[in-house]
DNA sequence: CTTTCGTCCTGACTGC
DNA sequence: TGCAGTCAGGACGAAA
């Protein structure tokens, strides 16, 4: 379940292995994933110089070139991963790129709910699945007024609110219970309701979550890669995402960590700690 | 406009 | 053991 923290860390990796290096030879092994790959998008990476790294939100932007930006999306179960050109081509391995000093880089994905797609660099900002992302939550102006402003009026769950990509770029469903837990928010609370205390609370939270995920990322695995050439994923203690029926760890209440559906999602929450 | 819901996909898991 | 059924999830687009 890749969300920003998984997706920093698999472009930190990457970048380790990638940045600089030339594409001797991009296969592209079906025409789609969530959508169609972009015209020519084979003859765009073959022979491209790779640049810079970036990310925006769950989006990987890989720069080629002097003029082209590689998207990338992992959906919900694409991989990266790094190994040699002895390896043959496994299930679901849906882009494999040989780099100019015999890397192979393999983007997996068995559901198929990534995205890949090329942007000119100048119009990477206004791509249609960019345009409309909210900020990162990271940077500065992602705090608790900003927050409260865009929650005002809302009458949707603080929790629904933190999913939409519009309002904030990167969170899913694990960081937005995780943050909420630690903000000692009720996942059911109406957004409208968080008020400028609250939303303070929340945006550190969420920084705080976000960050130490992001460090338990580059600390676990030597330079973003693992003995089996996986990139950014990493083993991470959640405080109640995927707990149900345990204790939560910051109270003795009884009933510990319950599990409720919201909009067909799980969430995660303590109802003593989180109002 | 706002908000909700169905849809895509396949592997892992549950229960009979 | 085997098989059917359920669940997981990001983001889009349709529906209300």
Redesign the pocket.
């Known amino acids: 379940?890749p969300?920003l923290p998984e997706v920093e860390t698999v472009r930190r990796g990457l970048a380790l292995k990638i940045s600089g290096r030339r594409i001797v030879r991009a296969e592209l092994r079906r025409l789609d994933l969530?959508r169609p790959f972009p015209p020519a998008l084979a003859e765009r990476l073959d022979g491209a110089q790779i640049g810079a790294l970036g990310r925006r939100?769950?989006y990987i932007l890989i720069e080629l070139d002097a003029d082209g930006v590689l998207l990338l999306?992992l959906?919900?179960?694409g991989r990266v991963t790094v190994g040699n050109a002895a390896l043959p081509a496994a299930?679901?391995d849906h882009m494999v790129l040989t780099l100019d000093d015999d890397t192979v880089i393999r983007f997996n994905d068995?559901?198929?709910?990534g995205l890949i797609d090329y942007v000119r660099r100048g119009e990477a900002a206004r791509h249609?699945?960019l345009a409309r992302l909210g900020p990162e939550p990271l940077e500065a102006s992602f705090d608790g007024a900003y927050i409260a402003s865009k929650l005002a009026?809302?009458?949707?769950?603080i929790k629904?609110a933190l999913?939409d990509?519009r309002i904030v770029a990167g969170l899913?469903?694990?960081y937005v219970c995780e943050a909420l837990y630690r903000a000692g928010l009720s996942p059911k609370r109406l957004a409208a309701s968080i008020g400028r205390r609250r939303a303070d609370r929340l945006a550190a939270a969420i920084k705080s979550v976000l960050t130490e995920a992001i460090a338990a990322g580059g600390s676990s695995v030597r330079d973003y890669v693992q003995a089996d050439g996986e990139l950014g994923y990493f083993q991470h203690h959640w405080a109640v995402y995927g707990r149900e029926g345990e204790p939560c760890p910051g109270c003795n209440c009884a009933e510990g960590v319950r599990r409720i559906a919201q909009?067909?999602?799980?969430t995660f929450y303590c109802a003593k700690r989180q109002r």
């Open positions: 379940m969300e969530r939100g769950k999306h959906g919900m179960s299930p679901h068995p559901r198929r709910f249609p699945l009026g809302k009458l949707t769950p629904a999913l990509q899913g469903n694990i909009s067909g999602r799980s």
